[in-house]
């Protein structure tokens, strides 16, 4: 498939890693460690994060939640639902810093992946990320993976801060945010109505149909390499 563009901007979960390392390995590990976070309870971050927890919780379900213990429990189950909720994603960043830089994980990166991001920097495209998990968890994932540092290849990393993932003005901000026609832009996912979304704010849209994906978009690829720049 040959496309012109400028700059690559891919989702993560799905499309550069495997779905089964963030539900397997990444979501258990935050569930195991997840205690830990009273030791972090000082951080204005964290207690601004639990501050929100307890609103979205009133909003959502009109119901009162005002202890850490308690917002520790409503927090495991947004993880066990894989909620896209900001303030989830950003504590398990957090938590997950400490088992990548232990040696304890190692992002999941396709084989085809690394090889591809080589090819399209030396054709002088830049490229980005853009996932639901935080920032934080996205540089950690591509810094420690089982490919080596592949960090270096990406020149921004948007996450929900942004905007959500199947809305349209979200995709709009980051075009703006990186100077550039979104249709110089190519997004890559394998979730349909992310494609949608982003196809309506003018990117062009590829769809990554690695393995168990059934979903159907009009240009679909199995993998990175059958993507050809122009």
């Not at 976070?37 to 959502?60: A, W």
Request: net charge negative; hydrophobic share 40%; glycine share 6%.
């Amino acid at each position: 498939m040959k496309i012109d563009c400028d700059y690559i901007l891919t989702d993560i979960e799905g499309t550069t890693t495997s779905i089964s390392f963030v539900q397997d390995i990444l979501f258990p590990y935050f569930l195991s460690h997840i205690n830990e976070i009273y030791l972090l309870s000082d951080m204005n971050e964290v207690k601004y994060i639990f501050g929100k927890v307890m609103r979205i919780v009133k909003k959502e379900e009109n119901r009162d939640i005002t202890t850490s213990e308690e917002v520790i429990e409503q927090l495991k189950i947004w993880c066990k639902e894989d909620r896209k909720i900001t303030q989830l994603k950003t504590l398990q960043g957090i938590l997950w810093q400490k088992g990548y830089q232990s040696g304890e994980l190692f992002g999941h990166i396709y084989d085809d992946v690394p090889i591809m991001l080589e090819n399209w920097e030396l054709l002088g495209k830049k490229m980005g990320v853009f996932s639901s998990g935080s920032v934080i968890a996205q540089k950690l994932l591509f810094s420690h993976s089982t490919k080596g540092n592949l960090s270096t290849f990406f020149s921004h990393y948007f996450d929900t801060n942004t905007g959500h993932k199947r809305e349209t003005d979200t995709y709009s901000l980051i075009a703006n945010e990186i100077s550039l026609s979104p249709n110089r832009i190519l997004f890559l996912s394998d979730v349909v109505e992310e494609l949608e979304a982003a196809e309506k704010a003018g990117l062009q849209t590829v769809q990554v149909k690695r393995e168990g994906n059934v979903q159907s978009w009009k240009q679909a690829v199995l993998d990175f390499s059958e993507i050809v720049l122009k």
